[in-house]
């Protein structure tokens, strides 16, 4: 069956000492788009919430719940194998934060970070990265996870990540100090890995138990 790509933009402008909205349950403007440019333009620069959903009763539900991030889209129906999975999304205050679980969507970061530096979701918040940045580093926890709990099998979400940035295939000219550095240091623990029997598997979004919500 051909897969729905048709997307819907929910999104909620917060504003502090404003009555409840009336769809959102928060105080503050809230909406459903069916193109990412017009929500762009609403949401950039603002205090705003936001997440894309594959239909509209989705993005509804979103919003009549709060339009909170740790309340994400209802998952399509899958048996999913046993591994590791990673992601990185712009959640709370759109910034970007960094997701690994396992197959059951239960946080495994405090495996190798301190507690301190996670959030109280149990994410590593990245404020200043970009979402690719992100990404790259949510493989490279979840690598080293892999590698001290014997787990062989590690899926994502990112074509680029997967295929390019973690075997160190970068354009140096155009990327960050940090980003090439973070990709070599990615790109030996994938080795590692890999000569030790591990495999990395590509899976779709809409199933990643890691994911954190935002695909446009």
Known sequence: MPKNTK???AYLLTEKNKPPHPTSGCGGKSGILEDWKECEKIVSGKDARYRSFTSREEAENWLKNGAKYEI???KVAKKLEKGIYFDSG??????????????????????????IKLNKFGKHPAPKATNNYGELLGFKYALQISIKEKNEE???????????????FINKKTMGKETIKLSEETSKLRKKFEEEGGTIKFIEGDYN????????
Do not use: C, M
């Not at 979400?157 to 075997?167: E, R």
């Open 90 to 115: 712009t959640g709370r205050n759109q910034k970007v934060e960094v997701s690994v679980t396992d197959e059951k969507g239960n946080n495994l970061l405090d495996k190798i970070r301190p507690k």
């Open 209 to 216: 138990p890691a994911d954190l919500g935002f695909h446009r």
């Open 154 to 168: 590690i899926f994502g979400d990112s074509q680029l990540v997967i295929k390019y940035w973690s075997k160190g």
């Open 72 to 74: 994400g889209p209802p």
């Open 7 to 9: 997307k819907y933009y």
